[in-house]
């Protein structure tokens, strides 16, 4: 257990080391921080603290950096979120003042507005898909040859698609189509919509058109994208911004991985609601041991739980990130109810 003392070193180490960004020494302690200690008092303490693992020496300075956990005794212990200063209040709200058409596009916007309030990289994910409702179907004719798929669940996500009819299928045909999936698809998990599509749908098109498979293919893929987690990243250029240490191929492995909705969400996954720090080693993925990420959940009543993360430095300013991220889920989970409620009219 530490000491009071030890502890107001090591709180004045991190707060200098994140606002400056150097090796913090006895010296500066003294001078910066207005310790009322004598100079040997708090080298000796320092050398305590790093025994303890809390602290660690870099090969360029004499100066002392804080370790993974020191920042993980620091966050569980000595951390208060800011309360969020009226400016940037502001600018999160007005970011929701935009009329938006689909989830989509404010579950996008997010990610965007709260990379720029930080400077950092933003993801977020929309509530969860994997209950969703098959609530609209429609087929648009866009040539002789050619219709859009359009696709609607009740968690207010759109897809469409464009694809080429073949070529002995007739308009006939084709509202007979839409009525079966009208009649059999409407209102039931998309799940079992894409069960559906592999099992009894065929069977019932066939007894109108000769072969099925190559627009069953298309409305298979459809499903699928609906079905399917989305995740959106603002700012993944930032990262170049504050890591020092981080070379072109580790960058490349990072952005790369930004790219795929499955490592995002795997990696942004919580294992308990609310707010969750997690430092270095704790993400369990060596691309991030020089990172850490400040994860949140935002509910929707009744249309489930989203996801919104904060990926910096280990030396971020947590009270300010983690009091932000905790102002901009309350001000997304509104916006989404407020969505949700002008679908209802």
Known sequence: MLTERQILILKSIIRLYTDFGNPVGSKTLMNEAGLDFSSATIRNEMGRLEELGYIEKTHSSSGRIPSIKGYRFYVDHLV?????????????????????????????????????????????????LKDSKLTGFRLVPLSNFQV??????????????????????????????????????????????????????PQLIQKYVRTPSGILDVFDDIIMKAAKERVFVGGRMNILDFSNALDV??????????????????????????????????????????????????????????????????????????GLVDAFRNELSQKMMDYYQGMEK
């Open 249 to 322: 191929e580790k960058f490349k492995s990072i952005y790369t991985l930004m790219e795929k909705d499955s490592g995002l969400a795997s990696l942004i996954t919580q294992n308990q609601e609310g707010i969750e720090v997690r430092i270095g080693q704790e993400l369990e993925n060596t691309l991030f041991q020089d990172f850490s990420l400040i994860t949140a959940t935002y509910s929707v009543m009744g249309h489930g739980t989203g996801t919104i993360a904060l990926l910096g430095p280990t030396s971020m300013p947590y009270s300010r990130m983690i």
């Open 80 to 128: 208060h979120p800011d309360k969020v200063n009226s400016k940037d209040l502001a600018t999160i709200k007005s970011s929701f003042n935009s009329p938006f058409h689909e989830l989509d596009e404010i579950v996008a916007q997010s990610a965007e507005v709260l990379s720029n309030l930080t400077s950092y990289t933003a993801i977020t994910l929309g509530p969860e």
């Open 148 to 201: 859009m798929a359009i696709l609607v669940t009740d968690k207010g996500h759109v897809e469409n698609q464009i694809f080429n009819l073949p070529k002995n299928i007739n308009s006939y045909e084709l509202e007979k189509i839409v009525a079966i999936f009208n009649d059999e698809l409407i209102g039931y998990p998309l799940v079992l919509v894409y069960q559906k599509l592999k099992t009894e749908i």
